[in-house]
């Protein structure tokens, strides 16, 4: 009955868990998952390369601040500690990209890549928004601006010559990396007074919440995001033999 019990951070113990198993399984099958802090109080962080490696994630991951530039990463340390001594908290924005990924996975209508991985990524606590590839930026580019032309790599292997499309088309993997960004809302909870009503009274009250909290949950969401992204591949790579 305490807090927000599973609509709280507890619910990320479990999905990290089966997350992790899947992310074992995929690398396997030579896929790999990675995510980093893109952005936090309007700090950002450098975005992933066209072409990320396993080794990029994993040296992101060893980190105890998931950022690949120091530098920001320090900033946005700073953002959060001024958030936290003001009694208030601050949102994030996640980045989390799949490469190995065969072409052809997915489906055009309701079961694409992206109505597949929104509907789990929209179930982990405090995700407000969700983007692919170029995202909400696609809409202020033109046709010929936003679409990836084709082309051959020194291998023979068809790939794109950008990804704004972050490797999804039609609902349906083509072969680059997969490419995601999540919004996550600053914790409600805060210290500071907040208006609210009495329920019983129906009248104005003053709602103060006592105890810890977070002054921010984005730097903690990188290893959620790709355990449930792990968990959705894993699903639709079984599906499909």
């Given at each position: 009955?305490?807090?927000?019990?599973?609509?709280?951070?507890?619910?990320?113990?479990?999905?990290?868990?089966?997350?992790?198993?899947?992310?074992?399984?995929?690398?396997?099958?030579?896929?790999?998952?990675?995510?980093?802090?893109?952005?936090?109080?309007?700090v950002k962080d450098d975005p992933f390369p066209m072409y990320p490696t396993k080794e990029l994630f994993e040296e992101v991951q060893s980190k105890v601040f998931p950022v690949m530039n120091e530098?920001?990463?320090?900033?946005?340390?700073?953002?959060?500690?001024?958030?936290?001594?003001?009694?208030?908290?601050?949102?994030?924005?996640?980045?989390?990209?799949?490469?190995?990924?065969?072409?052809?996975?997915?489906?055009?209508?309701?079961?694409?890549?992206?109505?597949?991985?929104?509907?789990?990524?929209?179930?982990?606590?405090?995700?407000?928004?969700?983007?692919?590839?170029?995202?909400?930026?696609?809409?202020?580019?033109?046709?010929?601006?936003?679409?990836?032309?084709?082309?051959?790599?020194?291998?023979?292997?068809?790939?794109?010559?950008?990804?704004?499309?972050?490797?999804?088309?039609?609902?349906?993997?083509n072969g680059m990396p997969v490419v995601l960004r999540a919004a996550f809302k600053p914790t409600p909870s805060i210290g500071k007074p907040q208006q609210t009503i009495s329920l019983s009274r129906?009248?104005?009250?003053?709602?103060?919440?006592?105890?810890?909290?977070?002054?921010?949950?984005?730097?903690?969401?990188?290893?959620?995001?790709?355990?449930?992204?792990?968990?959705?591949?894993?699903?639709?790579?079984?599906?499909?033999?």
């Amino acid at each position: 009955m305490r807090g927000g019990g599973h609509f709280s951070g507890r619910l990320t113990a479990p999905l990290c868990i089966a997350g992790g198993i899947a992310k074992q399984i995929l690398e396997r099958r030579g896929i790999y998952i990675g995510a980093h802090l893109a952005e936090v109080a309007g700090v950002k962080d450098d975005p992933f390369p066209m072409y990320p490696t396993k080794e990029l994630f994993e040296e992101v991951q060893s980190k105890v601040f998931p950022v690949m530039n120091e530098a920001s990463g320090e900033k946005m340390k700073e953002a959060i500690a001024a958030a936290a001594a003001d009694a208030d908290s601050v949102g994030g924005i996640v980045e989390c990209a799949v490469i190995g990924l065969p072409a052809g996975l997915g489906d055009p209508m309701f079961d694409g890549v992206e109505n597949r991985l929104a509907a789990a990524i929209f179930g982990i606590p405090a995700v407000k928004g969700l983007e692919f590839g170029a995202g909400f930026e696609a809409s202020r580019k033109r046709g010929s601006e936003n679409n990836d032309p084709f082309g051959v790599d020194e291998e023979g292997n068809v790939v794109t010559l950008k990804n704004d499309n972050g490797g999804i088309q039609g609902g349906i993997t083509n072969g680059m990396p997969v490419v995601l960004r999540a919004a996550f809302k600053p914790t409600p909870s805060i210290g500071k007074p907040q208006q609210t009503i009495s329920l019983s009274r129906r009248e104005p009250e003053t709602l103060t919440i006592p105890g810890r909290h977070d002054p921010c949950v984005a730097h903690r969401a990188t290893p959620v995001l790709e355990a449930v992204t792990a968990l959705v591949i894993l699903d639709m790579l079984l599906e499909g033999k």
